[in-house]
């Protein structure tokens, strides 16, 4: 999981990519519920809750599009909608940008935890 170009921006989209160490793709789950890098949060646009609404970085605050919680399988669920964060199409190419959708358990929702 990596945040495009290291843009600190609100509203960069959060992406597929090779991992390479940088802070972009250091990622932490805060008390608070929120999932955060470079002092933003992971958010859903818009607040969007449907299959395929698109996951970025954004401002914190404390609204349902950035509150996450882990399920049993490893996969990142946010609150608000239910749905996992996905890679649509179980795709492989860096730049991707990830999205929710409903959870089914398979590759492509799970998150790989540092050991």
């Not at 090779?18 to 972009?24: F, S």
């Not at 509150?67 to 608000?80: E, K, M, R």
């Amino acid at each position: 999981m990596d945040i495009a170009g290291a843009n600190t921006g609100s509203g960069t989209a959060v992406q597929l990519y090779a991992c390479n160490g940088t802070d972009a793709q250091q990622w932490e789950f805060a008390p608070d519920g929120t999932v955060q890098s470079l002092g933003k949060c992971l958010d859903v646009n818009g607040g969007a809750t449907n299959d395929g609404a698109t996951v970025q970085i954004y401002d914190c605050n404390g609204t349902g599009a950035q509150q996450w919680t882990v399920g049993p399988d490893d996969s990142i669920i946010n609150d608000q909608s239910g749905k996992c964060l996905d890679v649509p199409g179980k795709a492989t190419a860096d730049g991707t940008q990830l999205i929710i959708w409903t959870c089914h358990g398979e590759e492509n929702q799970r998150w790989d935890p540092p050991a």
